[in-house]
């Protein structure tokens, strides 16, 4: 088993590398000027100042001479400071959020690791259950209620079933609220008596010992979470059933049956193992997608995580801001398929000894 990870993780580093040749490409696609664009902040912009930005970020330089400046940054020769490079946490400076990238993400991304947090496991537990009574119960209530909770699923837009979510059970019946807090707990969380240990509010609101706060963060992600379960329970659904039913045919399952193991054991212990090797491909995208900021979610639902931050970037042609969450949704995207592969092997000793 050591061998096998140590093989995944000598390509976590070519993986990286591609990831970031990837951006940088997409930003070498625009000419100097237009990217001297991206590093005038506060001054206006006209020829002079553009040609001397051009001048001073080298941005005329051969590619490669930008790829590695663009990684590594460069050293003032008047200061002795480093400037710039993704290497060391400069991914530019966010003009939508007026403060740099990095610090975006240090302040949104712990909103968005909380949401995923509460939503993956009601998420994953609850479709793979479903999707294993539908196998269990082929052609049953259970399996034609499934394909109809299914075929509605999938068909659902994300921002038509939030929007509906939010008519019912917050502009009628004022449960479940929008946004991450309400205004009373924001001014507490801002005060200097909250101690913010994890960035986490759930976590931090119960070591602060505020459970009203807790609560009331809760009440806010509930239909968050109820809109991402239920789109990705229908996902889950399809995908369990199909494996299950492929499981139950094989010739082992038959042979378990036929020995006299009661259906509970042939189902959990022989099926149910080798069924789900294709469902931990799908829970592992679905984390990177909760992870990397779920964007139509976050935005109907007024959540400040990364994928509304990067709506926003988007909406108003910030360059800098998208391309440096491109680049950490990346990095999430190949660390959580090094945790899949990973889980590969210990699910299935096969793929390991490939």
Known sequence: MSTYIIRRLLLLPVLLFGVTVLIFGMVSFLSPVERSALYIRDIPRNELVMRAVIKQYGLEDPIYIQ?????????????????????????????????PVADLIRNRFPNTLDLTLWAIVPVVAVGIWMG?????HHNGAADQG???FSVIGTSFPT?????????????????????RSSDWASQVILSDAWHSYTHLLTLDSLLNLRFDIFVDTLRHM???ILTLAYLNWAVFLRVTRSSMLETLRQDYVTTARAKGLPENDVVNKHARPNALIPVVTLAGFTVVALLGGVVITETVFDYPGIGSAAAEAARQL?????????L??????????????????FIDPRIRLD
């Open 318 to 326: 910030d360059v800098l801001t998208v391309l440096g969450l491109a």
């Open 132 to 136: 294993i009574q539908a196998a269990v």
């Open 159 to 179: 921002f038509v079933f939030g929007l509906l979510v939010l008519m019912i059970f917050y502009a009628q019946l004022r449960w479940f609220p929008p946004g």
């Open 67 to 99: 790829y590695w400046r663009w990684l590594v940054g460069r050293v003032d020769p008047a200061t002795g400071e480093r400037r710039g490079g993704i290497l060391y946490g400069d991914f530019g400076w966010s003009r939508t959020a007026s403060q």
């Open 222 to 224: 509930v239909l968050p």
């Open 328 to 345: 950490f949704i990346g990095l999430i995207l190949i660390v959580s398929n090094l945790v899949v592969d990973v889980a590969y092997g």
């Open 146 to 148: 499934g394909r109809v």
